[in-house]
Nanobody, 116 residues
């Protein structure tokens, strides 16, 4: 199973993007029993976790994105989403989804670029 992320692009500060992630090939029980997260990575730095959706349907966010980003999950479609509002230039990164802790091969990610 390799997640497939999409939805990235270039936006101005204050704008919004919605990133879908499809966990193709994951069986339903695996998808529902795992925590899922969105991670970011900028060149030369390690990958960071920014949002989590747990098996009990609770969410957690890094302080830098709290109140601006929303993670959600569609179990029927095996999709994980990240709604990003009030984007800032410091949100610029490649965004990935994976379980938490990461247990799947990393996908290609999707580039988000926010200009001031």
């Amino acid at each position: 199973v390799r997640p497939v992320e999409s939805g990235g692009g270039s936006v101005q500060a204050g704008g919004s993007l919605r990133l879908p992630c499809k966990a193709s090939g994951a069986i339903t029980s695996f998808f529902n029993s795992n925590r899922w997260g969105w991670y970011t990575q900028v060149p030369g730095k390690q990958r960071n976790l920014v949002a989590t959706f747990t098996s009990s349907r609770t969410t957690n966010y890094a302080d830098a994105v709290k109140d601006r980003f929303t993670i959600s999950r569609d179990s029927a479609r095996k999709m994980v989403y990240l709604q990003m509002d009030s984007l800032k230039p410091e949100d610029t990164a490649v965004y990935y989804c994976n379980t938490l802790p990461p247990s799947l091969d990393w996908g290609q990610g999707t580039q988000v670029t926010v200009s001031s």
